[in-house]
């Protein structure tokens, strides 16, 4: 699933932006020699658009399945059988979260939706990772 060749800010704006979205997005490129996750890949909308500023938007970086450790639990594997519109079995860095402007995540860019079942998982990882004692999930 390579990166659309389409500028940001010159797509269209149609669909809602909605909570467990997958849209491509550029990242950019790092500043330093730590690692990062600047380039373009798919980002997932963790936040209720309805809920947060109207163009901030809260998203995580997906990566390819490969490059996941086994002790790092935090990272949530995402299967290609469950999401076909993704080309290869991926995973949730959901302990890399950006804010993000809404106006960069344009049609062009849409890939999937997760289901609320997935969206279940990245959800509880984000609650151990930002270490919330006794916090559940509801959703």
């Known amino acids: ?29 790092p500043l330093s020699n730590q690692y990062t996750v600047a380039r373009a890949r798919p980002a997932l909308v963790l936040s209720d658009c309805r809920r947060v500023l109207r163009r901030t938007v809260t998203v995580t970086p997906l990566s390819g399945l490969e490059h996941r450790k086994s002790s790092y639990s935090f990272h949530v594997p995402v299967s290609a059988a469950d999401y076909p519109a993704l080309d290869k079995d991926s995973m949730v860095k959901i302990d890399q979260l950006y804010c993000v402007n809404r106006d960069d995540l344009i049609d062009e860019h849409y890939i999937t939706t997760f289901t609320p079942r997935t969206m279940r998982v990245v959800y509880a990882q984000l609650v151990s990772v930002l270490y919330f004692q006794g916090v559940q999930s509801t959703i």
């Open 1 to 29: 699933m390579p990166f659309p060749n389409h500028p940001l800010h010159h797509g269209r704006h149609t669909r809602a932006v909605s909570w467990g979205d997958v849209y491509w997005f550029d990242f950019g490129r």
